[in-house]
């Protein structure tokens, strides 16, 4: 997913999500060994903690007639200089859970 907004105040995430099956709740983790090119690192674990509250915010929304039950791994995500932030990285975590769901009830309909 990569979320990219421009104008004065610019956005910029991306980051690649896998959704797996679980048994109760929502688990968020970063795949062990991920590496992204941005400094400063110190800021990369507020990142990972925008996406896994964008994912957790956009699944709990009641108007999906859903209870989530899924392990959430962060494969991959870039940031830039110039637009990373922790807004930026949120709402590409709630975008990410948004197309998961999206995919899930097509998969559903098609009887998969």
């Given at each position: 997913m990569l979320h990219r907004k421009q104008n004065c105040a610019p956005h910029f995430a991306g980051?690649?999500?896998?959704?797996e099956p679980a048994a109760e709740g929502v688990a968020f983790e970063v795949a062990e060994g991920l590496t992204v090119d941005y400094e400063p690192a110190e800021d990369l674990p507020r990142?990972?903690?925008a996406v896994a509250a964008g994912i957790?915010?956009?699944l709990s929304l009641p108007e999906h007639g859903v209870v989530a039950a899924t392990r959430v791994v962060l494969r991959q995500a870039r940031a830039d200089r110039f637009g990373s932030?922790?807004?930026?990285?949120?709402?590409a975590g709630w975008l990410a859970a948004r197309e998961a769901l999206e995919r899930g009830t097509r998969a559903a309909a098609a009887g998969r």
């Open positions: 980051i690649v999500v896998d959704f990142f990972f903690a957790e915010e956009q932030h922790e807004l930026a990285f949120r709402i």
